[in-house]
């Protein structure tokens, strides 16, 4: 049988999502513990990959098992051997044909952004920090530029193994809220370090170091080397996952300081 699960974990002691040989992934200790409840190995496969210091608020994995148990027993019996940084959300059990990658039609991030003098002590590792007072309207215009579909060349890491550049952002909104900058972004999917390449461009016209209208020479020129470059990645999360509603998965609402921003 299929089983889809949601997760969300801090990301600051971990490799990243994927398996590693030295076992330092997300990825890693999920397997660990659904591998001991279901008393075989066990391997799973992500709605969306995120690199080391990236964080997630509402993350979505599958695997098959052969092993019969209650929904709740893979929630609770998984959080009782993760480490304390990674959470079960929900179990469903899922048709065969669904891929927690392959079946998602809309991928979502947020960054928090501490736009403050001072470097942030509390929110270490949460939260990203620029000390210059940035121009949220001249970002904003920069930002309207990257809407709709584009070849995101320009905001592309050199190792992405996307087969296109070509990606549909569906939403970028940017919002101050006291001295933290939110951005939430919306695509049906996105390069290695696209986002946290666009917070850093959008951060260069913020502090006027460039205009608005650079965002789009961006795209057309599609060249990496122009931009800015690539930022921290304390303040990003993986906030969610767009599915069919035939699937019938939870979308749960936390109510953490960072989703409530």
Known sequence: ?????????????????????????????????????????VRVHAAGRTDTGVHALSQVIHFDTTAIRPESAWVRGANALLPNSVSVLWARQVNDDFHARFSAQERRYRYLLLNHPVRPGLFNGKIGWFHVPLDVDLMRRGAAYLMGEHDFSAFRAAGCQARSPVKQLRELALARRGDILVFDLAANGFLHHMVRNIVGCLVYVGKKRYPPEWIGELLAKADRTRAAPTFAPDGLYFSGVGYDPEWNLPNPSRSLIFTGL
């Not at 949601?6 to 997300?26: K, N």
């Open 1 to 41: 049988m299929r089983i889809a699960l949601g997760l969300e974990y801090d990301g600051s002691h971990f490799c990243g999502w994927q398996s590693q040989p030295s076992a330092c992934g997300v990825q890693d200790a999920l397997e660990r513990a659904l591998s001991e409840i279901a008393g075989a190995g």
